[in-house]
């Protein structure tokens, strides 16, 4: 399966794992800006990556 991970650089953790089954490139964009909008608010860079996991 094909995960979306969250990541900010700036507190060094991952936010969140989404699979992309169920969320698309545009649902992850959506998550970003309401679920953690403080870190965007506060100019955290935030990193979509990929990863795959079975
Ligand atoms: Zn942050």
Redesign the pocket.
Known sequence: MEFREIY?S??KKVLGRYNTKFFDDDKIDELVNTLYST?VR?G?RINIRKFEKN
């Open positions: 900010c700036n507190c870190h506060s955290h």
